[in-house]
């Protein structure tokens, strides 16, 4: 197996060298470069030209954000954020690095001692080899139709992702009208911690109000609701949304599966369904359910995705309704929005 080589970007010396210490304790991977803030991560990267770049936020001269615009311009390179910081106005700024072309982000592994700190570790060194695999693809082709069917009229919408998600869905949401009639709930896998911050960053450019949901609340039209941090989200007779701690899903709480299987049982053919890209196979079973019940699904197309796990499964399972490429989903679900009123 070809060793992954990476490039760690951190300010702080005492961080950087962890970071290599981390990685470098995984077989197969190997840390072939480093830089202190972004002008140097630049040059770096041109010279270097690793298989993947570990990119902090705030640097000294230049941060994350310019740095990994500029080398998405020159030589395109998986890049993944790594913060320390869960603070929501942190957060935002590691987003605005996603929009500017990073693929994914993850937490700073905590230092030895810390009960998370394996379980950080092993993510981050996960992430790294997941991209390491990714083509960058600079367009997103037109979605290919599989077949065409709605006579329910559907009450809400349903999307899951992971790792590559948040761009795709910020896409997905600054491109819907603010009268959008329908509820729309999210589940976002994502560190503990960046949820809220996520929800602040889709707000910004979305015209939909975007928010952790709460429990109990009654789902309104025209909102846009997160699964929070620890909790399984589900939706109940009535549009009620439910938070529990029913146990973790495919390793996972909140999960795909546990929000898709509750739209299933209480809205069945009413519902409109999206896996985009992610690693594993969270929700791909219950999209098949909820497809054979009635309602639309449909996923990313491969071209777009930066991890096809989760939607290709759906679709090696028959779950998909469509295939649809991200600038063309906000104009897919307005047109199933406008089938709502019943005859």
């Excluded at 000294?60 to 998405?72: E, S, W």
């Excluded at 992610?278 to 990313?300: I, N, S």
Aim: hydrophobic share 45%; proline share 7%; charged share 20%.
């Amino acid at each position: 197996m070809k060793e992954i080589r990476v490039m760690v970007v951190e300010d702080s010396r005492v961080a950087r060298e962890w970071l290599v210490h981390v990685l470098e304790s995984s077989p197969g991977i190997s840390v072939v470069g480093m830089a202190s803030d972004g002008e140097e991560a630049i040059k770096n990267a041109m010279r270097i030209r690793p298989d993947v770049i570990t990119m902090d936020v705030h640097m000294p001269k230049m941060g994350g954000l310019d740095a990994t615009r500029r080398i998405m311009e020159i030589y395109p390179i998986p890049i993944i954020i790594v913060s320390g910081s869960a603070d929501p106005e942190d957060v935002k700024t590691t987003f605005n690095a996603m929009e500017s072309g990073a693929l994914a982000f993850v937490p700073r592994p905590p230092g030895l001692g810390h009960p998370d700190q394996e379980a950080c570790a092993m993510e981050l060194v996960q992430v790294v080899k997941a991209m390491a695999e990714v083509k960058l693809v600079r367009r997103w082709p037109k979605g290919k139709f599989l077949s065409s069917r709605t006579e329910t009229a559907v009450e809400l919408v349903a999307i899951g992702a992971s790792t590559g998600g948040p761009p795709v869905l910020q896409g997905i949401l600054s491109a819907m009208p603010n009268n959008f009639p329908l509820p729309i709930l999210i589940v976002q896998h994502m560190a503990a911690g960046f949820l809220q911050g996520f929800a602040q960053w889709l707000s910004q450019t979305s015209a939909l109000p975007v928010a952790l949901a709460r429990h109990g609340e009654v789902m309104a039209p025209s909102r846009v609701y997160i699964a929070p941090d620890g909790y399984q989200m589900k939706v109940e007779k009535g549009g009620r949304i439910s938070l529990t701690l029913d146990d973790p899903e495919n390793g996972l709480r909140p999960s795909v599966s546990f929000l898709f299987r509750s739209v299933s049982d209480h809205f069945g053919p009413a519902s409109v369904a999206g896996l985009l890209t992610g690693m594993g196979r969270d929700g791909a079973r219950e999209m098949k359910l909820l497809k054979e019940k009635g309602a639309v699904t449909f996923v990313q197309d491969r071209e777009s995705a930066v991890v096809y796990g989760m939607a290709g499964e759906a679709l090696r399972l028959d779950g998909a309704t469509y295939v649809l490429a991200p600038e063309h989903i906000a104009p897919f679900l307005a047109a199933m929005a406008n089938k709502r009123a019943r005859p």
